[in-house]
Nanobody, 121 residues
């Protein structure tokens, strides 16, 4: 019913920047929130940033001040501007969203397939 597709990952040097995008598509009635998570090899998945329907943002402590989450409601898209990247930021970044579709009265949580971010030293 709903798909999330991430893009914008890649290889950057320490101190560089990336802009990740996540576009939601399908039978979307509304999106309650969108978020970015990441998972490094051998580690658990952690919240990077989130933004709710009112525009309220939330950041993980390790990225606050370096990363910025934003949204484009018309495009059902969320962005993550990642600046001052460090090797510890290397991970697969996953888009996450709670969506209400036209085919279902219930909200559901969806995940994208992830986009790789690699930061070299």
């Amino acid at each position: 019913q709903v798909q999330l597709v991430e893009s914008g990952g890649g290889l950057v040097q320490a101190g560089g920047s990336l802009r990740l995008s996540c576009a939601a598509s399908g039978s979307i009635f509304s999106i309650n929130y969108m978020a970015w998570f990441r998972q490094a090899p051998g580690q658990t998945r952690e919240l990077v940033a989130s933004i709710n329907s009112r525009g309220t943002t939330n950041y993980g402590g390790s990225v606050k001040g370096r990363f910025t989450i934003s949204r484009d409601n018309a495009k059902n898209t969320v962005y993550l501007q990642a600046n001052s990247l460090e090797p510890v930021d290397t991970a697969v970044y996953y888009c996450n969203a709670e969506v209400v579709s036209y085919r279902d009265s219930l909200s559901r949580v969806y995940w994208g397939q992830g986009t790789q971010v690699t930061v070299s030293s």
